[in-house]
């Protein structure tokens, strides 16, 4: 069966860090480009940055480009979100979801295959 778990979502103030993890099983995770999403409370949910499948392409909402920081790594599976500079709007469900390469960053959630739980942050200010 395939699975996303994301992990390592909290408490932070603003001005601070976080590092979410997403682990996937269950798939060919070398495949697919890996993203994350969030949804705040009351809002729709929004792509936030994503990673390609095959030569680590990076794509960022302009709302977080230059604070957040995608990466991967096919070895263990798992794809990372690293936050800094976090602000009160950064707070959040992240959820991470896996899509087919070759797409891009699609926005339209249906083309992704595999969604994670989430994870809740809140940024504090």
């Known amino acids: 069966e395939a699975q996303l778990v994301e992990s390592g979502g909290g408490l932070v103030q603003a001005g601070g860090s976080l590092r979410l993890s997403c682990a996937a099983s269950?798939?060919?995770?070398?495949?697919?480009?890996i993203a994350w999403f969030r949804q705040a409370p009351g809002k729709e949910r929004e792509g936030v940055s994503c990673?390609?499948?095959?030569?680590?392409?990076?794509y960022y909402a302009d709302s977080v480009r230059g604070r957040f920081s995608i990466s991967r790594d096919n070895a263990k599976k798992k794809v990372y979100l690293q936050m800094n500079s976090m602000k009160p709007e950064d707070t959040a469900v992240y959820y991470c979801?896996?899509?087919?390469?070759?797409?891009?960053?699609?926005?339209?959630?249906?083309?992704?295959?595999?969604w994670g739980k989430g994870t809740l942050v809140t940024v504090s200010s």
């Open positions: 990673i390609s499948s095959s030569d680590g392409t990076t």
């Open positions: 979801a896996a899509v087919r390469g070759g797409l891009g960053f699609p926005a339209m959630e249906a083309l992704y295959d595999y």
């Open positions: 269950g798939f060919t995770f070398d495949d697919y480009a």
